[in-house]
C-alpha cells in the first residue's frame, strides 16, 4: 500500500450514536481504527459525527478527546462537532487578531493537535448525501463512502475503504483516451 496517508477521518453516526457508546467501547474502537491507520502509513485519526439527528442529546457536542491509539503509533481525535460550518467559523474565531487569514493558519487551528489536513475522508453512510460536518474537507480530503454504521465499525473495514481508494484511476478532471 502506499506510504502517501497521513490523516485519515472517519465521519460517521448521529451525536445520539456517539452518546450511546460508553468510554470502554470509545477506547476498542479508537484503538481498532488507530491501529488500521498506523498499518496503512497514517499518525492521525480523527473521527467526526455524521450529523446532529433528530433525536440528538440537548446542549453543546462533548469536549473533542484525543487519545493514543494502543500502540501509540496513532493518535486519534474524537470530535461530537456535527456542524462544518461552526467547525470552521470556531477555527478562524480561534486565529491570532490581525493575523493571516490563510489555507495554512485554518488548517493548522482546524486539525489541532494533528499538523496535516485529512488525506481520505470515509464517511459512513450513501454516496447520495454529504455529511453537514463536512466544510473544509469536501474541497481537501479524498473521499470514500462505506455502506457500515458507527457501532459496527472496526478497523478492517477502514482498512478496505484505505484499500478501495488506492485502487481507483484518479483522472483529477481528465478524461480516457
Given at each position: 500500500?502506499?506510504?502517501?496517508?497521513?490523516?485519515?477521518?472517519?465521519?460517521?453516526?448521529?451525536?445520539?450514536?456517539?452518546?450511546?457508546?460508553?468510554?470502554?467501547?470509545?477506547?476498542?474502537?479508537?484503538?481498532?481504527?488507530?491501529?488500521?491507520?498506523?498499518?496503512a502509513g497514517g499518525s492521525w485519526l480523527t473521527m467526526r459525527a455524521y450529523e446532529?439527528?433528530?433525536?440528538?442529546?440537548?446542549?453543546?457536542?462533548?469536549?473533542?478527546?484525543?487519545?493514543?491509539?494502543?500502540?501509540?503509533?496513532?493518535?486519534?481525535?474524537?470530535?461530537?462537532?456535527?456542524?462544518?460550518?461552526?467547525?470552521?467559523?470556531?477555527?478562524?474565531?480561534?486565529?491570532?487578531?490581525?493575523?493571516?487569514v490563510d489555507e495554512k493558519s485554518v488548517t493548522a487551528v482546524l486539525y489541532e493537535?494533528?499538523?496535516?489536513?485529512?488525506?481520505?475522508?470515509?464517511?459512513?453512510?450513501?454516496?447520495?448525501?454529504?455529511?453537514?460536518?463536512?466544510?473544509?474537507?469536501?474541497?481537501?480530503?479524498?473521499?470514500?463512502?462505506?455502506?457500515?454504521?458507527?457501532?459496527?465499525?472496526?478497523?478492517?473495514?477502514?482498512t478496505e475503504a484505505i484499500e478501495a481508494f488506492h485502487g481507483r484511476q484518479r483522472?483529477?478532471?481528465?478524461?480516457?483516451?
Amino acid at each position: 500500500m502506499p506510504s502517501d496517508l497521513a490523516h485519515v477521518m472517519v465521519v460517521g453516526g448521529t451525536r445520539r450514536e456517539w452518546s450511546d457508546l460508553d468510554d470502554a467501547a470509545w477506547e476498542r474502537l479508537a484503538a481498532s481504527l488507530g491501529d488500521a491507520v498506523a498499518d496503512a502509513g497514517g499518525s492521525w485519526l480523527t473521527m467526526r459525527a455524521y450529523e446532529t439527528g433528530p433525536d440528538a442529546p440537548a446542549g453543546p457536542p462533548p469536549a473533542r478527546r484525543v487519545l493514543t491509539a494502543a500502540d501509540g503509533r496513532c493518535t486519534v481525535i474524537i470530535d461530537a462537532q456535527s456542524d462544518g460550518r461552526e467547525l470552521f467559523a470556531d477555527a478562524v474565531a480561534k486565529l491570532p487578531a490581525g493575523g493571516v487569514v490563510d489555507e495554512k493558519s485554518v488548517t493548522a487551528v482546524l486539525y489541532e493537535p494533528a499538523d496535516v489536513e485529512p488525506d481520505r475522508v470515509i464517511v459512513l453512510g450513501p454516496s447520495t448525501r454529504l455529511p453537514p460536518s463536512l466544510v473544509w474537507e469536501l474541497a481537501y480530503g479524498e473521499l470514500v463512502f462505506v455502506p457500515h454504521r458507527l457501532a459496527d465499525l472496526d478497523g478492517s473495514q477502514v482498512t478496505e475503504a484505505i484499500e478501495a481508494f488506492h485502487g481507483r484511476q484518479r483522472r483529477f478532471g481528465g478524461l480516457d483516451t
